[in-house]
């Protein structure tokens, strides 16, 4: 046998099988400008689709104190994409689910039927829920508690309180461990809470206040969602959805309009603009009224945040266009259409005037603004990481707290207690939207620095960006009991980035899981 | 002048003159396939819980690589390679690297990626799924983005198959390259006709 030996000619015909071996699997990763499997024919050009609101839901009964609703988690086949069928779970089958509009004083009876197949047909896993309304302070059991889990076939009467002032909630899934794909799968909608001083504004009203429920999806080749969580960092969609219609154009008359924008996605924050630079008014935040409208020419939304905007059409031509883009944000996965939005072509002048205007001073500033560190009885630390492929707060996670029997805690502030808490995020990887809650905060200083211009109003969720320290400042109340903490990047919730405080005593009344549980069979007449 | 009156004169035995060559190639086709068994057992040991069938295909495969490994190191010395067991070796490992290209860029393998989740109780684990994952009435099969683990794995496959060619006598040796290089324009043509994602 001659000597062993390769020539270079040999090493060169190796290397062409070499090379597609290395390269060609990830050729789709890198040059991706899609995440979508499907066929580009079947998705709309962006701005082809007409914009829709989610239906208002009617209570199915009221008496002098309470309005009745009942909704049903249920799975069915729906059509996000035109003459494309995609199968949903979605309150009463609807993605977004429908509106419920509250007022403050009035209590609200929210019954929820679980009504989802028995396990998730590809994931496998049991659709358990725990219905959150973000942005009530309910009380302990009927706040979406992780572990209050309703199985399929099992149903709960979730009582609100609307004992806050108007503010813009939304109602979503918060099932432990299976939120981000339940929430993806449609389980998402807008609650919006009504007050005096709301109505007494001259600010748009009617059908000049739209919600725009923004979030992002893939699709499969077969029209079915794709789900990708990256292990464990986030699903990125390429289709930006608004109120379930892909980059939709919505017809607006020359005059101002008041925008509820929530931010659905499981993991994509915005960098909101107007295509023409103009600028905007936010007047409202998570949890309600500015003292004054604050004007910006950009909007970043962390996921859950709520911002409402007053934009003014006033002087576009008829027939004219502008667009509400997405400028991105850092550490986001961008395709080729997810800069884009939303589109506004002027239909003509305005029918109706009233309600037309942005005050100088909108209200009182929200008590959480009027809190100041000196009335701090305590300050905490929080740190934000990733340890391996687990989000931990404080190296601890979910985990940790069911191994402690649901008693270990953040913190345990008294009902009326003010504390500062200095959330810090040293990655440069990732950014987080804490969510705390029960209460409303004030977000103090970011870097050391004022907050943001959009961010001066009570809030109940902060975007904790690359590198950065937040600190916030908030009185614990009016509830008492356990609550829960957490990344709203759903991936990150789920995996385990979630701890949980408790305000004054915790005992049987309001015990998350124990106090109203959930139940089997067919539910009372509401 | 004749090419020979140029050349060093080469004072080693035919022994000494092969010895070092081959131990040179041998190495590196052994160290090739041991450490790609080596990553054959973390990825199955990565899979095992979500797609049992797919870490059980990972611990053959790495249990052959071991045995084929060992052979390079305790087999035959000098000139006693067996050139058929060679040549089936390479085309084993050439065969694993073609599995890794066709699982990541079509759903011909897909089934061996079927994610799933479980969720007994109620604090249960979360759903873990192998990259992306279509959410139908029903599981369909979805091209999987390839992992760290996988490429490393392939590199040093494809270090494997250059030292097992190199075991090969030079006419074989041509011939197995060409089939490689064969091999890799198909590979090539079928991404740019489409037939690969």
Redesign the interface.
């Given at each position: 046998m001659p000597s062993p030996s390769l020539s270079r000619r040999d090493l060169l015909k190796v290397s062409v099988l070499g090379t597609a071996a290395l390269a060609l699997p990830w050729q789709g990763v890198l040059s991706g400008k899609s995440a979508s499997r499907i066929a580009s024919s079947k998705l709309p050009r962006p701005y082809s689709v007409p914009f829709a609101v989610p239906p208002v839901l009617a209570p199915v009964r009221s008496d002098a104190t309470t309005d009745y609703y009942q909704l049903t988690q249920k799975a069915f086949v729906g059509e996000l994409l035109p003459g494309v069928r995609t199968p949903l779970w979605g309150y009463n089958g609807l993605v977004p689910g429908p509106t419920i509009r509250a007022r403050a004083g009035r209590q609200t009876v929210m019954r929820q039927i679980n009504a989802l197949p028995a396990t998730h047909p590809t994931l496998g896993y049991v659709p358990w829920t725990s219905t959150h309304l973000h942005g009530m302070p309910s009380k302990p059991q009927y706040d979406g508690y992780a572990g209050d889990n309703s199985m399929p076939g099992q149903w709960k009467d979730y009582v609100y309180p609307n004992s806050c002032s108007a503010r813009t909630l939304w109602y979503h899934d918060h099932g432990v461990h299976h939120t981000a794909e339940n929430v993806y799968m449609g389980l998402a909608a807008q609650y919006q809470l009504t007050d005096a001083i709301e109505e007494s504004l001259p600010i748009p009203h009617g059908r000049y206040d739209v919600p725009l429920i923004i979030g992002d999806v893939a699709f499969a080749a077969d029209g079915s969602l794709l789900w990708d969580d990256n292990t464990h960092s986030g699903s990125y969609g390429d289709v930006i959805l608004v109120n379930g219609r892909p980059w939709p154009t919505m017809a607006v008359e020359q005059r101002r309009y008041r925008f509820r924008v929530l931010n659905a996605s499981i993991a994509r924050g915005y960098r909101l603009a107007l295509s023409n630079g103009q600028p905007f008014h936010v007047i409202a935040t998570d949890g309600g009224f500015m003292a004054q409208p604050q004007q910006v020419t950009e909007l970043i939304v962390g996921m859950a945040e709520r911002y409402e905007i007053v934009v003014d059409f006033t002087a576009l031509p008829v027939g004219q266009s502008i667009q509400l883009v997405n400028r991105g944000v850092k550490n986001a996965v961008d395709y080729d259409h997810t800069g884009k939005v939303l589109q506004f072509r002027a239909s003509g002048p305005a029918t109706d005037t009233s309600g037309n205007s942005v005050p100088a001073v909108l209200t009182t500033p929200h008590e959480a603004m009027t809190l100041t560190p000196a009335m701090a009885r305590a300050t905490k630390k929080m740190r934000l990481k990733r340890d391996a492929d687990i989000w931990t707060i404080n190296g601890e996670t979910w985990s940790d707290v069911e191994r402690s029997d649901y008693e270990r805690v953040f913190s345990h502030p008294d009902v009326g207690d003010v504390e500062l808490w200095e959330i810090e995020n040293s990655s440069g990887g990732w950014f987080h939207p804490l969510h705390v809650h029960l209460v409303d905060f004030q977000v103090l200083t970011r870097n050391g620095r004022p907050a943001r211009a959009q961010e001066r109003g009570p809030k109940d969720v902060v975007y904790i960006g690359e590198g950065e320290t937040v600190r916030i400042l908030m009185r614990f109340g009016p509830e008492h009991g356990r609550y829960m903490i957490h990344c709203h990047n759903l991936s990150h919730e789920d995996h385990d980035m979630m701890t949980q405080f408790q305000v004054g005593v915790h005992d049987a009344d309001c015990d998350p899981r124990l106090a109203a549980p959930p139940a089997y069979g067919t539910p009372p007449a509401l | 002048m004749t090419a020979s009156a140029v050349r060093p004169a080469d004072h080693r035995t035919p022994e000494a003159?092969?010895v070092p060559?081959?131990t040179r190639?041998?190495w590196v086709a052994a160290a090739g396939t041991a450490t790609a068994a080596a990553l054959h057992v973390v990825a199955a040991s990565t899979h095992l819980q979500l797609q049992p069938t797919l870490a059980a295909g990972f611990l053959l495969t790495a249990l052959v690589q071991l045995g084929a490994a060992a052979w390079l190191v305790l087999g035959p010395r000098g000139?006693?390679?067996d050139?058929r067991a060679v040549g089936l070796l390479l085309t084993g490992t050439?065969l694993v690297?073609?599995a890794?290209?066709a699982?990541?860029?079509t759903t011909w393998l897909g089934d061996l990626h079927t994610?799933?989740?479980?969720?007994?109780h109620?604090?249960?684990?979360?759903?873990e799924?192998d990259?992306?994952?279509?959410?139908?009435?029903?599981?369909?099969p979805?091209?999987q983005?390839?992992d760290l683990l996988?490429?490393a794995t392939?590199?040093v496959e494809?270090i494997a198959?250059?030292g097992l060619?190199?075991?090969?006598?030079?006419r074989t040796?041509?011939r197995a390259?060409?089939l490689?290089?064969v091999?890799?324009?198909l590979?090539?043509v079928a991404?740019l006709t489409g037939l690969?994602?």
């Open positions: - | 003159r092969h060559v081959t190639w041998r000139s006693g390679w050139t050439v690297v073609l890794f290209v699982a990541h860029t994610a799933g989740g479980h969720g007994a109620a604090t249960g684990h979360a759903a799924a990259g992306a994952v279509a959410l139908g009435l029903a599981a369909l979805e091209v983005a390839p996988g490429t392939v590199a494809l198959v250059v060619a190199a075991l090969l006598p030079a040796r041509s390259t060409s490689l290089l091999a890799g324009l590979v090539w991404w690969l994602g």
